[in-house]
């Protein structure tokens, strides 16, 4: 039998599932911003999309992620950032430079963004304890993949020791500082991201708060340079047998810069 001309069913049935989370997201989204988180309920949510519970919750799995979910897009923007840096960088300059040039973007994810519904998004997002104890969920997922990153470079780093038990240990060995450098990488980006936006509550636009918003990151991403670049190493071009180098690199300024 041919079965050229057959429907994609799986892909039809895949972006049908895609439009339903889209809509579900976008629902709870708008009775939110009316109503407050708290007052609204899962059934409310499931009452205005036309859908019932269950099939809610087949999609999302708490209230809190029908608001959260759109941050999964950048769990892994860390991990990827560092990943596929340029030789010669250390994770640390890479990630500032990312930062850098987001913020001459107004991406929202770093808080300097003054659209009228991303501050209120994000001010719901602040003043929400369930939101802020379930966001914690997101960022763990985070480090754990920009640990992961760090963890298999640090592992490449003794591959060539002769002697495979003394390879073994020194992996093992760079474990807790690759978590430990995840977790402060991590934690800065959010807590900048915070600063940022209570710039925009307090009233000032993106591009009045666009200078004191690069200091403070030049700041962050300092201090956690002083330390980490010495255990974190420069990504060294293939080929190479040049040493890595830990010197501070200038802040990009240019938009798109290490994205």
């Known amino acids: ?70 941050f999964a897009d950048h769990q892994d923007e860390a991990a990827r950032v560092v990943r596929e840096r340029p030789a010669g960088q250390t994770p640390v300059e890479a990630l500032r430079d990312h930062f850098i040039a987001a913020l001459a973007a107004h991406d929202p994810i770093t808080g300097l963004c003054d659209h009228p519904n991303v501050v209120v998004f994000q001010r719901l997002l602040y003043s929400t304890a369930s939101l802020k104890s379930r966001l914690a969920h997101y960022t763990e997922r985070e480090v754990d993949l920009l640990a992961a990153v760090l963890e298999a470079e640090a592992e490449a780093e003794v591959e060539a020791d002769v002697d495979p038990d003394a390879a073994r240990s020194g992996a093992k060995a760079q474990l807790l500082p690759a978590r430990l450098a995840a977790l402060y990488l991590v934690t800065a980006r959010h807590e900048l991201g915070r600063a940022n936006w209570l ?59 290490g994205q």
């Open 1 to 70: 039998m041919d079965n050229t001309s057959a429907p994609p069913t799986t892909g039809l049935r895949e972006a049908k599932k895609q439009r339903t989370r889209q809509q579900l997201a976008a629902t709870a989204l708008e009775l939110f911003l009316e109503r407050g988180f708290d007052a609204v309920s899962v059934a409310d949510i499931a009452a205005a999309a036309q859908v019932s519970k269950p099939t809610l919750f087949r999609y999302y799995p708490s209230k809190e992620d029908l608001l959260l979910d759109r």
């Open 199 to 257: 710039r925009m509550d307090a009233g000032q636009s993106a591009a009045e708060a666009h200078a004191a918003a690069v200091a403070d990151a030049d700041t962050a991403f300092a201090m956690l340079g002083e330390g980490l670049n010495r255990t974190l190493p420069a990504r060294v071009r293939h080929g190479s047998s040049a040493a890595p180098t830990t010197d501070s690199a200038p802040i990009s300024t240019t938009p798109g810069a």
